[in-house]
């Protein structure tokens, strides 16, 4: 089983940006489809964005898209996501996750069975 630190979050900013990573170990990251998810408070955890094994596929969400970018090493077994012109409504707690054999298409949290402990972003107005 692989293994997810998320890092990166943090406070900032409307218009700003911010860089997320996610360090994975224990396992061949390139086996697994990646994502990003987050969870505002009293809102279900929902999709952001996601990656193919390769790297040549993504997939976001409607709202984040041309804000947001996600990218992924297989040698250094890492993935990221960018996040420019941040908005006060993507304030969240963000999770990586993973999904061994899995697709990129998949959005649903219950696709994905390996996910980071979290990290927090606030965006304020």
């Known amino acids: 089983q692989v293994q997810l630190v998320e890092s990166g979050g943090g406070m900032v900013q409307a218009g700003g940006s911010l860089r997320l990573s996610c360090a994975a170990s224990?396992?061949?990251?390139?086996?697994?489809?990646m994502g990003w998810f987050r969870q505002a408070p009293g809102n279900k955890r929902e999709f952001v964005a996601t990656?193919?094994?390769?790297?040549?596929?993504?997939n976001y969400l409607d709202s984040v898209k041309g804000r947001f970018t996600i990218s992924r090493d297989n040698d250094k077994a890492t993935a990221h996501l960018q996040m420019n012109t941040l908005k006060p409504e993507d304030t969240a707690v963000y999770f990586c996750?993973?999904?061994?054999?899995?697709?990129?298409?998949?959005?649903?949290?219950?696709?994905?069975?390996?996910w980071g402990q979290g990290t927090q972003v606030t965006v304020s107005s």
């Open positions: 996750a993973a999904s061994l054999g899995g697709s990129y298409m998949v959005t649903s949290d219950a696709g994905y069975d390996v």
């Open positions: 224990g396992r061949i990251i390139r086996n697994y489809a």
């Open positions: 990656i193919s094994r390769t790297g040549t596929s993504t």
